[in-house]
């Protein structure tokens, strides 16, 4: 449960996916139920919110690579990728993550589909603009506030045009529905206890206004979204103006 703190300051406390001495085949159920979790709560939504926006100032480019760093077993991407065929794109995506149970999750989820790549890899081991867009879904709340600039910086080099991330809003109203349905459909401990959590480190617009000072030379877009998401946009030029939508 929350403490008397309620949701005024993101949460210290650890996910258990954050502990990588874990893990095995709890974790692999997990991320099947999360994939349930992002369609409920819709989750893709914001990401190809800031794709679009990012596809579209770079000029509307033919051929796009995405990396998805803490990818998960990357099911975010399936409407990305759908999207990307009504527009005639050709895409390609790169999952990112560092544990083997993300791998064999993303491997058989996309087994058929040869646009989409797997690297078993740390974020700060990627190289420099390994891809144009770089996308980070529910990831950026594992990481302390202090620790966000260097996390964003470090998204920005793997990038050439950008970073998307795509995170929980910290509300009472999206930790007790998280709460309701993360009980109601699974009996997985990961489910149940980094469900509501994720929520409680998840974000406000003070914290976009304190990233925004920290990254110097970079401006960032910030975007509330349904159903209680931020969408930050962060372009790689340095034009770009900070803006705040949320509530």
Same mark, same amino acid.
């Given at each position: ?53 990012? +596809? ?84 950026? !709340? !594992? ?28 509300? +009472?109203?999206? +930790?007790?529905?998280? +709460?309701?349905?993360? !009980? ?64």
């Amino acid at each position: 449960m929350i403490g008397g703190g309620g949701f005024r300051h993101r949460s210290p406390k650890p996910e258990l996916m954050d502990d990588f001495t874990q893990g095995g085949a709890q974790l692999q159920e997990a991320l099947r139920h999360l994939r349930r979790l992002n369609l409920i709560f819709g989750a893709k939504a914001p990401v190809l919110y800031g794709i679009k926006r990012l +596809w579209k100032s770079s000029g509307k480019p033919t051929r796009l690579t995405i990396l998805d760093v803490g990818s998960g077993s990357g099911d975010i991407n399936q409407r990305i990728l759908k999207w990307a065929d009504k527009q005639g794109i050709k895409m390609k995506v790169i999952l990112a993550d560092v544990t083997d149970e993300a791998r064999v999750e993303a491997e058989h989820l996309f087994r058929n589909d040869s646009r989409v790549q797997f690297i078993q890899q740390d974020l700060f081991n990627l190289a420099v603009q390994q891809a144009d867009i770089v996308t980070a879904s529910q990831f950026v !709340h !594992h990481f302390p506030t202090e620790e966000l600039p260097s996390i964003v910086e470090k998204m920005l080099a793997v990038s050439r045009i950008g970073v998307v991330i795509n995170d929980i809003h910290r509300h +009472w109203i999206p +930790w007790a529905a998280v +709460w309701l349905v993360t !009980h109601f459909i699974s009996r997985n401990n990961y489910i149940r206890h980094d469900g509501p959590l994720s929520v409680a480190k998840g974000f406000r617009r003070s914290d976009f206004r304190y990233l925004a000072k920290r990254l110097r030379g970079v401006s960032i877009i910030y975007s509330w979204r349904p159903l209680f998401r931020y969408a930050v946009i962060v372009p790689k030029e340095r034009e770009a103006k900070t803006n705040e939508n949320g509530i």
